[in-house]
């Protein structure tokens, strides 16, 4: 256990910090999920409000995605990696029925 006043506020902001990050990389996932749920519908069959609906997903994924970024729960690359990997998924629906 910590005997000093500036230990035991150090433990405190880490489990602040621990639980903030542990919030955001879970939504992340889950709108990840979420977009790549709605990028196979609209994969499976074309039609513009599948794509409306992957934009919205696309959209937010994203918006978390560079907060988690800005606060530094996640690496720059990390994060540039997560885009890209949403970006990829859509191409490769795209290009299918091409």
Known sequence: MANSKSAIKRI??????????????SSIKTLMKKY?????????????????????????????IDKAVKRKVLHRNNGARKKSRLAKALAKATAATS
């Open 12 to 25: 405190a902001i880490a489990e602040r910090n621990r639980l903030r990050n542990k919030a955001y990389k």
């Open 36 to 64: 790549f749920a709605a990028v196979d519908s609209y994969g499976a069959e074309q039609t513009p409000e599948n794509m409306t609906v992957v934009q919205d997903t696309m959209s937010a994924a994203y918006s978390k």
